[in-house]
């Protein structure tokens, strides 16, 4: 199955996913449109940029009832940038539709009177919106959710770290029985199951496998600051090349604030995003970003999920995340839809904890330093515990030879002896490189595969 016509769509999705440059479903497109299409309550857990929201919103399309102006799916996500980015996305998909189907984008800091004055004439067919507006209008009578027959969670984890998981099993509790249920997610926590028990029965549960945490259309890239301004390095990381867009990622609305500053003092016209933002200034700024009106965007972590910007092709994280789940989420803003992206990671000597923490995750780093207004591959962080680890790891026979000849021995035993630790480390050698030879092809091997 490589082609869209193969999941035997209605005829204007085929071609609203034509106009739109897509010719191969994604894995997890391949895996769960024909199950979402049959109906059937899926749990889909995939990395970031993996095509998910296409994945629901073509077969869920695919099911509506254009003739029934009544709710018929609720599609619940934790941030107003991200519902804004699935509204787009359902708007483009229903503009190809023979009959009209009415879509309608519920989030916070938007005029709730206004939408209670249009709800009082009509119920949109495709509700989405984040949880808490959208349980403020089912409960005000005016959003009639419990006609629903498909709910959709995206981001359920976040969902859950932003606390809205109460908003959505109020939602979940309106619908009929025997309704559909979707939860996407780039992770499914422990703290989640409880809900996942509550309302799906035997769900298709599907685990895109990656062999990263990260795609591996992404060069992740790690730069020592060693004492330096991070804001100077990340300046000099913006204008030694010419990325189509980057987006620089930092830990707090206030490093956000100075970091944007220090970039508007050099000449840099840059976007900031963040909470502390008023809605229409945001969804001000996304729209000005998304016509390229921007080419840096300095972000908290705010940006990391939710909002889906084409064409990020650098990412530079001010320093690593708090929490470092967010790592893999930051990253997965570039190398999307198998494009090439760079992400470039600061660190100080306080960061080794985390950072051994990605790689066990699978996160690969290539180390890097900045020289002449390049970057350019270095040694690797962990060199000199290496060093020592293999000191300490001398095998016994060439320990013993060490001892022998701190020992009062004939003056004919120390050349031999000698000669003996000579050739006993030559033969170490000649194996490490054995050792490394292999590991590097069967990485190649790994990789191509």
Same mark, same amino acid.
């Given at each position: 199955?490589?082609?869209?016509?193969?999941?035997?769509?209605?005829?204007?999705?085929?071609?609203?996913?034509?106009?739109?440059?897509?010719?191969?479903?994604?894995?997890?497109?391949?895996?769960?449109?024909?199950?979402?299409?049959?109906?059937?309550?899926?749990?889909?857990?995939?990395?970031?940029?993996?095509?998910?929201?296409?994945?629901?919103?073509?077969?869920?399309?695919?099911?509506?009832?254009?003739?029934?102006?009544?709710?018929?799916?609720?599609?619940?996500?934790?941030?107003?940038?991200?519902?804004?980015?699935?509204?787009?996305?359902?708007?483009?998909?229903?503009?190809?539709?023979?009959?009209?189907?009415?879509?309608? *984008?519920?989030?916070?800091?938007?005029?709730? /009177?206004?939408?209670?004055?249009?709800?009082?004439?009509?119920?949109?067919?495709?509700?989405?919106?984040?949880?808490?507006?959208?349980?403020?209008?089912?409960?005000?009578?005016?959003?009639?959710?419990?006609?629903?027959?498909?709910?959709?969670?995206?981001?359920?984890?976040?969902?859950?770290?932003?606390?809205?998981?109460?908003?959505?099993?109020?939602?979940?509790?309106?619908?009929?029985?025997?309704?559909?249920?979707?939860?996407?997610?780039?992770?499914?926590?422990?703290?989640?199951?409880?809900?996942?028990?509550?309302?799906?029965?035997?769900?298709?549960?599907?685990?895109?496998?990656?062999?990263?945490?990260?795609?591996?259309?992404?060069?992740?890239?790690?730069?020592?600051?060693?004492?330096?301004?991070?804001?100077?390095?990340?300046?000099?990381?913006?204008?030694?090349?010419?990325?189509?867009?980057?987006?620089?990622?930092?830990?707090?609305? #206030?490093?956000?604030?100075?970091?944007?500053?220090?970039?508007?003092?050099?000449?840099?016209?840059?976007?900031?995003?963040?909470?502390?933002?008023?809605?229409?200034?945001?969804?001000?700024?996304?729209?000005?970003?998304? *016509?390229?009106?921007?080419?840096?965007?300095?972000?908290?972590?705010?940006?990391?999920?939710?909002?889906?910007?084409?064409?990020?092709?650098?990412?530079?994280?001010?320093?690593?995340?708090?929490?470092?789940?967010?790592?893999?989420?930051?990253?997965?803003?570039?190398?999307?839809?198998?494009?090439?992206?760079?992400?470039?990671?600061?660190?100080?000597?306080?960061?080794?904890?985390?950072?051994?923490?990605?790689?066990?995750?699978?996160?690969?780093?290539?180390?890097?330093?900045?020289?002449?207004?390049?970057?350019?591959?270095?040694?690797?962080?962990?060199?000199?515990?290496?060093? /020592?680890?293999?000191?300490?790891?001398?095998?016994?026979?060439?320990?013993?030879?060490?001892?022998?000849?701190?020992?009062?021995?004939?003056?004919?035993?120390?050349?031999?002896?000698?000669?003996?630790?000579?050739?006993?480390? #030559?033969?170490?050698?000649?194996?490490?490189?054995?050792?490394?030879?292999?590991?590097?092809?069967?990485?190649?091997?790994?990789?191509?595969?």
């Amino acid at each position: 199955m490589n082609k869209f016509e193969t999941f035997e769509l209605k005829p204007f999705l085929l071609k609203a996913v034509e106009k739109k440059g897509f010719t191969r479903p994604t894995e997890i497109q391949k895996r769960l449109i024909p199950k979402i299409r049959e109906g059937l309550s899926v749990i889909g857990q995939s990395q970031t940029g993996s095509g998910k929201t296409h994945a629901y919103l073509l077969p869920l399309f695919d099911r509506l009832d254009p003739q029934k102006k009544e709710v018929q799916v609720v599609i619940a996500a934790p941030s107003r940038e991200l519902a804004d980015q699935i509204y787009q996305d359902a708007q483009y998909l229903a503009s190809f539709a023979p009959e009209a189907i009415q879509v309608s *984008n519920y989030t916070g800091g938007t005029d709730k /009177k206004r939408q209670l004055g249009k709800l009082a004439h009509q119920q949109p067919q495709v509700v989405i919106g984040t949880p808490g507006r959208l349980v403020d209008l089912s409960q005000e009578g005016a959003l009639k959710l419990y006609t629903a027959k498909a709910l959709v969670v995206d981001e359920a984890d976040m969902a859950l770290d932003m606390g809205f998981l109460p908003d959505v099993d109020k939602i979940a509790s309106q619908l009929p029985q025997g309704a559909q249920f979707l939860i996407f997610s780039a992770t499914i926590p422990q703290k989640i199951q409880p809900f996942l028990k509550k309302y799906f029965d035997h769900p298709t549960v599907e685990m895109i496998d990656t062999k990263s945490a990260v795609a591996d259309t992404v060069e992740n890239k790690l730069l020592s600051i060693k004492g330096q301004s991070r804001n100077q390095v990340i300046y000099r990381l913006l204008t030694m090349g010419e990325p189509y867009l980057a987006i620089v990622f930092s830990n707090t609305k #206030k490093q956000a604030d100075a970091l944007t500053d220090f970039l508007k003092e050099q000449g840099l016209k840059v976007a900031k995003i963040h909470g502390d933002l008023p809605p229409r200034e945001r969804k001000r700024l996304m729209r000005e970003v998304k *016509n390229m009106q921007y080419q840096f965007i300095v972000a908290t972590d705010l940006a990391a999920r939710g909002i889906d910007i084409e064409g990020v092709s650098l990412v530079i994280n001010e320093e690593l995340p708090n929490d470092p789940e967010f790592f893999v989420h930051r990253v997965g803003r570039t190398g999307r839809n198998g494009l090439h992206g760079e992400a470039i990671t600061l660190y100080g000597p306080d960061d080794e904890e985390t950072l051994s923490w990605l790689e066990k995750k699978g996160v690969h780093f290539i180390p890097v330093a900045l020289k002449d207004g390049a970057l350019i591959e270095t040694h690797d962080r962990k060199r000199r515990v290496n060093r /020592k680890k293999k000191k300490d790891e001398l095998d016994p026979e060439l320990i013993g030879l060490m001892k022998k000849k701190k020992k009062k021995i004939k003056p004919g035993y120390k050349k031999k002896i000698n000669r003996a630790i000579a050739d006993k480390n #030559k033969q170490n050698r000649r194996q490490e490189r054995v050792r490394s030879e292999r590991q590097r092809r069967k990485a190649k091997k790994d990789s191509n595969s």
